[in-house]
Nanobody, 124 residues
Framework: QVQLVESGGGLVQPGGSLRLSCAASGFTLDYYAIGWFRQAPGKEREGVSCISSSDGSTYYADSVKGRFTISRDNAKNTVYLQMNSLKPEDTAVYYC?????????????????WGQGTQVTVSS
């Protein structure tokens, strides 16, 4: 069964850090570009970051650039999103998704597989 499972979300104070994990089962992440998306209450889902499978190129939304880092461990079939210097506006449900193309896409329709999401809440 093809599945993506996110973990690592939680409640953190402003300025804190979290590391999200996206673990795949039923398929190999090596051949997929992996994106992280988030959806805050009352807002549309937005792209946060992506890592390609071709050369490991990474992309970040301007709002998280310099604070978030995406990485992949193909041996563990897992992609990570390290989030530092978190702000209240980072509060959202975070989703990972897999795109069978080698390169990252900003188009959500390109992503075949989606996880169920993990809640990140940044609050004092």
């Amino acid at each position: 069964q093809v599945q993506l499972v996110e973990s690592g979300g939680g409640l953190v104070q402003p300025g804190g850090s979290l590391r999200l994990s996206c673990a795949a089962s039923g398929f190999t992440l090596d051949y997929y570009a992996i994106g992280w998306f988030r959806q805050a209450p009352g807002k549309e889902r937005e792209g946060v970051s992506c890592i390609s499978s071709s050369d490991g190129s990474t992309y970040y939304a301007d709002s998280v650039k310099g604070r978030f880092t995406i990485s992949r461990d193909n041996a563990k079939n897992t992609v990570y999103l390290q989030m530092n210097s978190l702000k209240p506006e980072d509060t959202a449900v975070y989703y990972c998704a897999a795109d069978p193309d080698y390169h990252c896409s900003a188009n959500e329709a390109a992503y075949d597989y989606w996880g169920q999401g993990t809640q990140v809440t940044v609050s004092s």
